[in-house]
Every structure is written in structure tokens, then in C-alpha cells.
């Protein structure tokens, strides 16, 4: 009980540490980095390197691959795991540290937060890309979206560390089990899916970047407004 009790003061004072590097910027820029919505461009960069680059067929696969994943981590986490577990969210009210937590626009989220669902979704995507596409800037973009997602959920204190952790773990998981399922049943399709355009014109690994680039310039701008 007592390494238990250490673990949970431990993962308090991470979030709080987090929490507290609060600032009006920062916290417009945080709330609208941590939205569903403003990444669907960066979706459908990555849908456009997909039917550039390879047989539609592949393209579909990976594409429905990744909603598979999102659906399956999705249900895990927020249907099965966190009612079962009962963790209370740090900015939820009946939390007897919510009175300690930075909140955002009112913003408090559902009831329970372990795991997290954000942590399992992104990572869940952003390591299947990595395993299928093999390249470096979009391993970099994945990752570093990926990271800075879950990030912005224990700003917004809707998250303790340890929820990421194992939503991260979950979504690493759920893709190498995908992963390594689809190479055994579709091992040609995999390959290629692993194996660059010939045609230098058809690589887009430069598209997805540069519109996370972009949806990045317009949150920093946009969060200068008061």
C-alpha cells in the first residue's frame, strides 16, 4: 500500500507540476491544440500520401486500419476500463485535489480519465503510420503530435501522468498487434505499404508535415488573441 500511495502522490505532483505552467496564451493554444476537429486537414493529408503513393487498395487498408484502431481503443478505454477502475478525473469536482487544478474554459471532461482515450487513439495511430510507412518526417510529425496531445490533456488537467502512460501503452499495444496481424494476412500489401513510391512525384511525405506546420502557426496565432 505504501509504493502504491508513493506512486499516486507521485503522479499527482506530475500533473499539478504541468497544470500549474499556466498562462492566458498558453491556455487558449492548449484547449485548441487538444480539440478533435482542428486535426481533420492533418487527416486528410495523410489520406492524400496514401492514394498518391500506393494501390488504393493499400490505402484503404491502412486508412481503415487506423479508424479500427481508433474505434477499438476508443471503447476499451472509455467503455470497459474507466468504469471499472472509477479513477476520478484530477479537474473533477469530486476530486479532493480539483480545487488545486488550473481549468480551462470550464472545462472538466467526463467523470472518470483513466486511461486516457487520447493517449490510446493518437498514440494508437501515430505508432501504426510509423510501423507501415517508414519514414522519417512522418514518424517525427506523428510523434510529435502524438506527444504534444497527450501533453495538453494534463495542462488542461483532465489527465493525472499515469493515465497517459497507460492509454500510451494501450495504443502501442493495439498497433503492433494490428500491425503484425495485417503482415501475416496481407504480407504483400504490408510490404509494399513499407516500401517508398518509385516515382519521387508520388512520395507526399512532405505533405502531412508541412500541414501540421501550418495548424500549429494558426493555433500560436489565434491563441494571441484574448
Known amino acids: 500500500m505504501a509504493i502504491i500511495q508513493t506512486l499516486v502522490n507521485w503522479d499527482t505532483n506530475i500533473l499539478l507540476s504541468i497544470n500549474s505552467l499556466h498562462s492566458p496564451f498558453w491556455d487558449n493554444f492548449m484547449f485548441l491544440y487538444s480539440g478533435r476537429t482542428i486535426w481533420i486537414p492533418l487527416y486528410l493529408s495523410l489520406a492524400v500520401l496514401l492514394f498518391r503513393g500506393y494501390n488504393y487498395k493499400i490505402a484503404l487498408l491502412c486508412i481503415i486500419s487506423c479508424l479500427l484502431l481508433v474505434c477499438f481503443n476508443d471503447q476499451l478505454t472509455s467503455t470497459f476500463i474507466r468504469p471499472f ?25 467526463g467523470r472518470y480519465g483513466f486511461p486516457s482515450a487520447h493517449a490510446s487513439n493518437c498514440w494508437g495511430v501515430a505508432f501504426f503510420l510509423i510501423y507501415c510507412l517508414r519514414s522519417r518526417t512522418i514518424s517525427l510529425t506523428m510523434g510529435l503530435w502524438a506527444t ?5 490533456r494534463m495542462y488542461l488537467g483532465v489527465h493525472y501522468f499515469g493515465d497517459i502512460l497507460v492509454g500510451t ?38 505533405l502531412p508535415p508541412t500541414v501540421y506546420t501550418a495548424i500549429v502557426v494558426i493555433l500560436l496565432v489565434v491563441s494571441l488573441i484574448p
Open 85 to 109: 477502475v472509477g479513477r476520478l478525473r484530477p479537474s473533477n469536482l469530486e476530486n479532493p485535489i480539483s480545487h488545486l487544478v488550473h481549468v480551462v474554459n470550464d472545462y472538466r471532461g
Open 148 to 152: 504534444l496531445t497527450v501533453y495538453s
Open 169 to 206: 501503452l494501450l495504443g502501442l499495444a493495439s498497433a503492433a498487434t494490428l500491425y503484425y496481424t495485417l503482415c501475416w494476412w496481407k504480407p504483400d500489401m504490408m510490404t509494399q505499404l513499407r516500401t517508398p513510391p518509385v516515382n519521387e512525384k508520388r512520395q507526399l511525405t512532405w
